[in-house]
């Protein structure tokens, strides 16, 4: 059930009012009532639901949900909900996914869904002969580990590797870490990948003699790895006054600007994670977990970088790469338990948690593309501050038609502040 990404006839999907963007979604992704209820906020998470996913509940907390469009990934048109409260989000993937298309959209895969199980190990009186000794009794480990989870391993997922690491110098001592790699399948692994380390404890302790302190999943997910590629032809770059080379050579001035220097590096990251967040909250999974995996990857050579890539093929066109470990699942959690984010996964016609993967990393490639556009062209503060300008003039109380045409004063005036935007409020009553 791919969902074709074609607008109605002669309306842009924008300038649709609410029911009819869900009356045309719905036809266009086969949802069923209860899930376009969902995605619209009639029918999604409740009190009484929330309750039972953690704890102190009081009610609920909404963000806007936004569908993305013109994305083709893997030559297969998709539709994408993302969940943000920022302006111009949505808007700049939806239209550098448009781009893309010149070069035949994104092409994104990702590696095994392996998942590391870390072991602090303490209280070691000799760490290399240790050390051996657990690489001795891998097989042994492994099979134990595999016993764990009998449904895991029925999916064809479970243990694939034991390393044993040797931390010599730390606040604490010299100390070993024991890596179980666990394959997670469609899950996010957290629980699975917690519960064999400790389960599996005693036994370490017992071969090496020492004591097992922590024993937790590493949200540096190095293992699995989500990848994404895209060409913009030339072509496609220009507009306005930009011409095609001014504009790709801007990005990859711009790129290179992130590669060198960390503190340009970390808000070209904080672009790619608008993309990558709004999708894994659409979704229910733990975007607390994909940032830290992503950050912490960013600085794996010892000096915090860009995650994605920019350059041009031999004929002139731009091209883009974004790698990053995503560590996100289909089952378990928030993302069965939420309806929303079960309509969310519906409405893209996703059935592992590669193929959601694929998805995130692509729009994260196209959020980055967006935002390196407008920093080397218009800058980027006229598309955003367009949008911008509604909440501000929501916040000043407009009400109703008041709000598109307060908007349209502050923009014009280059002076998107709450306070002009009451001051013009109070001017209209007056007048």
Not at 75 to 94: K, T
Not at 247 to 273: E, Q, S
Not at 347 to 369: F, K, P, R, Y
Request: proline share 3%; with cysteine; charged share 20%.
């Amino acid at each position: 059930m791919g969902a074709a990404s074609t607008q109605p006839q002669g309306v842009k999907f924008y300038e649709l009012g609410l029911d009819e963007r869900r009356e045309w979604l719905g036809q266009q992704a086969g949802l069923s009532a209860d899930e376009l209820a969902a995605l619209g906020g009639a029918a999604g998470l409740d009190p009484e639901q929330a309750d039972h996913m953690i704890e102190n509940v009081v009610g609920t907390f909404n963000l806007p949900l936004g569908i993305a469009q013109h994305f083709i990934i893997n030559d297969r048109p998709v539709l994408v909900p993302m969940a943000i409260e920022e302006p111009s989000v949505v808007a700049g993937a939806s239209f550098m996914a448009r781009l893309a298309q010149s070069g035949g959209g994104f092409h994104a895969h990702v590696s095994a869904g392996e998942m590391i199980g870390q072991m602090q190990i303490l209280d070691v009186d000799d760490l290399p002969s240790a050390r051996l000794k657990l690489l001795e009794q891998r097989q042994a480990l492994l099979e134990e580990a595999a016993q764990i989870d009998p449904v895991l391993q029925r999916l064809g997922g479970g243990p694939r590797d034991l390393q044993v690491r040797l931390i010599e110098d730390s606040p604490a001592g010299p100390f070993l870490v024991l890596h179980l790699i666990y394959d997670v399948r469609d899950a996010m692994g957290a629980n699975a990948v917690n519960t064999a380390v400790e389960r599996l404890a005693p036994r370490v302790e017992a071969i090496c003699g020492g004591r097992v302190l922590f024993r937790i999943l590493s949200n540096l997910a190095d293992r699995r790895l989500a990848r994404a590629r895209c060409t913009v032809r030339l072509e496609a770059l220009a507009f306005g006054e930009f011409s095609a080379e001014s504009v790709r050579d801007g990005i990859l001035a711009g790129w290179a600007f992130a590669a060198a220097d960390p503190y340009r590096a970390a808000t070209h990251n904080k672009g790619i994670m608008n993309g990558v967040d709004a999708v894994v909250i659409a979704t229910g999974n733990d975007w607390r977990a994909v940032e830290a995996g992503a950050h912490a990857y960013a600085a794996r050579s010892g000096r915090y970088t860009s995650l994605s890539t920019w350059g041009q093929d031999a004929a002139g066109n731009l091209v883009g790469t974004l790698e990053m470990p995503l560590a996100v699942g289909i089952v378990g959690g928030a993302t069965r338990s939420h309806p929303t984010a079960r309509a969310a996964l519906q409405l893209m016609d996703i059935h592992t948690a590669a193929g959601l993967a694929e998805v995130i990393v692509s729009v994260g490639l196209a959020q980055n593309l967006a935002a390196l556009r407008a920093l080397a062209t218009e800058g980027i503060q006229r598309g955003h501050m367009t949008l911008h300008a509604r909440q501000v003039a929501i916040a000043a109380g407009a009400q109703g038609s008041e709000i598109e045409r307060l908007a349209g004063q502050l923009v014009s005036e280059k002076t998107v502040r709450i306070d002009r935007a009451e001051e013009i409020l109070r001017q209209w009553k007056h007048s």
